[in-house]
């Protein structure tokens, strides 16, 4: 059964940093590229980053380019998102989300379901003073 748990989301002040993981199970993770999407308040689900399952090709949104970092460790099946420079815009439920198998390179630059096949169950961010 896959499954993918996110955590290391919380509280946190403008500018401040957080890390968030998101812990693979029931697959062979470094055949799948993988995904972060995030769902702010009252908006539907926006893409954050993509990573090729190599690790050796990311994808970043504009509004996160030069302050997240995706990255990934196949040897611990897990998928990380640094972020830094975090703006009350970025309070969000942040989920990360498998590929399809065979799933395009670049990434689509936005979020559409039918790119990937499991979502975790989503860690909450929360930016504010």
């Known amino acids: 059964e896959v499954q993918l748990v996110e955590s290391g989301g919380g509280l946190v002040q403008p500018g401040g940093s957080l890390r968030l993981s998101c812990a693979a199970s029931g697959f062979i993770f470094s055949s799948y590229a993988m995904t972060w999407v995030r769902r702010a308040p009252g908006k539907g689900l926006e893409w954050v980053s993509t990573i090729t399952g190599g690790g050796g090709g990311t994808s970043y949104a504009d509004s996160v380019k030069g302050r997240f970092t995706i990255s990934r460790d196949n040897t611990k099946n897990t998928l990380y998102l640094q972020m830094t420079s975090l703006e009350p815009d970025n309070t969000a439920v942040y989920y990360c989300?498998?590929?399809?198998?065979?799933?395009?390179?670049?990434?689509?630059?936005?979020?559409?379901?039918?790119?990937?096949?499991?979502w975790g169950q989503g860690t909450q961010v929360t930016v504010s003073s």
């Open positions: 989300a498998r590929n399809r198998a065979g799933s395009r390179w670049p990434p689509r630059r936005s979020y559409l379901g039918e790119d990937y096949d499991h």
